[in-house]
């Protein structure tokens, strides 16, 4: 496709059909006026616009709007099924994917178990888990324009190969990318599954227009995702924000660590080390997340009556993992300075509130830069949430671009 020539009306159109189509994602349906109103064309330049998007199959008529002065206007929208994307979520346990369409409308969904055992063929049950999604959304895999997979590791790009995963076993082979790529016939990314979280925060969570922020994350392990300048930052081997391995105050020193949650950070805030602390305190749950969510109740409830012995045990519990998660931060924002962090995972979102409090208390009093902590609030799965995102993105950038020869 030739590109259009800087200032010509072929790039004119280009930049006003993009206007338009973002306005449709936003605000959609629109009525013509509208779209005109939203983007500052004349009402003759945005039939035409519209009359062009809809040859090129990027919009549909969606009825009319009544009830409004003058004549019966038609509202027009983004046509989903001019593309579908596929994002997954990849775990020792289960491959997640979800299947989305242009608009953003997620259209199916498969949960693939994974055994854990060597000689997985990571091909075959990628294949099967995004066979799965798209007959759920009622299409085959080569409808799919792309597929945006977050795993519990990262692929660093000098090698092609995963790294920090070594609890997901199958995934370590050369040429990762291309070889699920070409194996599937469609076009594959890989993220960090943290990073992944950290844009469905930048795109509709708390972190929603932040330049410059951090996302930590604890379920049964511990990671971050660091964005700079709007832009995710992976490092040089993929591993930017890895910092379960990190050295901690109060912890053994490790050497030579290699697998999958270990490391100081890991030690003293992971799933497991949370539930360690919690059971200390008397609290007990089949997890990190339940024993902490009954603390964190506990605190609540005490803080809207005479304090009890429970309420006591429980501001404990919660001020020590606090200060550990505190200490945690304050290293990351003294080389960093971010302007916001954000607290997400089963573990930290079990905490609510008042571990979000409390966290950002001891933040403060260790470092000199005080960024505000917030709690996330992106709903369901973040990690498949960031996939659809970056796969929509991507492919809109391509697809937007196709109205203007």
């Given at each position: 496709?030739?590109?259009?020539?800087p200032?010509?009306?072929?790039?004119?159109?280009?930049?006003?059909?993009?206007?338009?189509?973002?306005?449709?994602?936003?605000?959609?349906?629109?009525?013509?006026?509208?779209?005109?109103d939203?983007?500052?064309?004349?009402?003759?330049?945005?039939?035409?616009?519209?009359?062009?998007?809809?040859?090129?199959?990027?919009?549909?008529?969606?009825?009319?709007?009544?009830g409004?002065?003058g004549?019966?206007?038609?509202?027009?929208?983004?046509?989903?099924?001019?593309?579908?994307?596929?994002?997954?979520d990849?775990?020792?346990?289960?491959?997640?994917?979800?299947?989305?369409?242009?608009?953003?409308?997620?259209?199916?969904?498969?949960?693939?178990?994974?055994?854990?055992?060597?000689?997985?063929?990571?091909?075959?049950?990628?294949?099967?888990?995004?066979?799965?999604?798209?007959?759920?959304?009622?299409?085959?895999?080569?409808?799919?324009?792309?597929?945006?997979?977050?795993?519990?590791g990262?692929?660093?790009?000098?090698?092609?190969?995963?790294?920090?995963?070594?609890?997901?076993?199958?995934?370590?082979?050369?040429?990762?990318?291309?070889?699920?790529?070409?194996?599937?016939?469609?076009?594959?990314?890989?993220?960090?599954?943290?990073?992944?979280?950290?844009?469905?925060?930048?795109?509709?969570?708390?972190?929603?227009?932040?330049?410059?922020?951090?996302?930590?994350?604890?379920?049964?392990?511990?990671?971050?995702?660091?964005?700079?300048?709007?832009?995710?930052?992976?490092g040089?081997?993929?591993?930017?924000?890895?910092?379960?391995?990190?050295?901690?105050?109060?912890a053994?020193?490790?050497?030579?660590?290699?697998?999958?949650?270990?490391?100081?950070?890991?030690?003293l805030?992971?799933?497991?080390?949370?539930?360690?602390?919690?059971?200390?305190?008397?609290?007990?749950?089949?997890?990190?997340?339940?024993?902490?969510?009954?603390?964190?109740?506990?605190?609540?409830?005490?803080?809207?009556?005479?304090?009890?012995?429970?309420?006591?045990?429980?501001?404990?519990?919660?001020?020590?993992?606090?200060?550990?998660?505190?200490?945690?931060?304050?290293?990351?924002?003294?080389?960093?300075?971010?302007?916001?962090?954000?607290?997400?995972?089963?573990?930290?979102?079990?905490?609510?509130?008042?571990?979000?409090?409390?966290?950002?208390?001891?933040?403060?009093?260790?470092?000199?830069?005080?960024?505000?902590?917030?709690?996330?609030?992106?709903?369901?799965?973040?990690?498949?949430?960031?996939?659809?995102?970056?796969?929509?993105?991507?492919?809109r950038?391509?697809?937007?671009?196709?109205?203007?020869?």
């Open positions: 496709m030739s590109m259009p020539v200032g010509t009306p072929s790039l004119l159109r280009a930049i006003n059909d993009r206007a338009a189509l973002e306005a449709l994602l936003a605000r959609g349906p629109l009525t013509r006026p509208q779209i005109s939203l983007t500052g064309l004349s009402k003759p330049t945005a039939s035409q616009l519209l009359a062009r998007l809809e040859q090129a199959g990027l919009v549909v008529r969606d009825g009319v709007r009544e409004l002065p004549r019966t206007a038609e509202l027009y929208r983004i046509n989903g099924a001019a593309a579908h994307v596929a994002g997954a990849v775990t020792p346990a289960r491959i997640r994917a979800s299947v989305a369409d242009l608009a953003g409308t997620v259209v199916g969904e498969h949960t693939l178990p994974t055994p854990g055992r060597t000689g997985v063929d990571v091909v075959a049950r990628m294949a099967a888990a995004l066979d799965g999604a798209a007959a759920a959304a009622g299409l085959t895999r080569d409808r799919l324009d792309r597929a945006v997979v977050g795993i519990q990262a692929v660093d790009p000098a090698t092609g190969r995963l790294g920090y995963a070594s609890h997901i076993p199958g995934w370590h082979i050369p040429d990762l990318v291309d070889t699920l790529s070409g194996g599937l016939g469609v076009r594959v990314a890989i993220e960090n599954d943290v990073n992944l979280a950290a844009l469905a925060e930048r795109a509709r969570g708390r972190a929603e227009g932040a330049a410059d922020f951090v996302l930590l994350w604890v379920a049964d392990g511990v990671g971050m995702a660091v964005v700079l300048n709007g832009a995710l930052h992976r040089a081997t993929g591993g930017a924000g890895e910092i379960g391995y990190m050295p901690a105050v109060g053994p020193l490790m050497r030579d660590v290699r697998r999958t949650h270990t490391g100081g950070v890991h030690s805030t992971g799933g497991a080390a949370v539930l360690r602390l919690m059971r200390e305190h008397g609290f007990r749950g089949r997890d990190a997340a339940t024993a902490l969510s009954r603390a964190a109740a506990d605190v609540e409830t005490a803080g809207r009556r005479t304090a009890t012995d429970a309420g006591a045990r429980a501001e404990r519990a919660l001020t020590e993992l606090a200060t550990r998660l505190g200490a945690t931060l304050a290293t990351v924002v003294a080389v960093i300075d971010p302007a916001l962090v954000v607290l997400t995972g089963d573990v930290l979102r079990a905490g609510g509130e008042p571990l979000r409090a409390r966290v950002e208390q001891h933040l403060h009093s260790l470092t000199i830069p005080r960024p505000e902590v917030r709690l996330s609030t992106v709903q369901g799965n973040p990690v498949l949430a960031g996939a659809l995102q970056q796969a929509l993105q991507e492919t950038d391509e697809v937007f671009t196709t109205t203007v020869p």
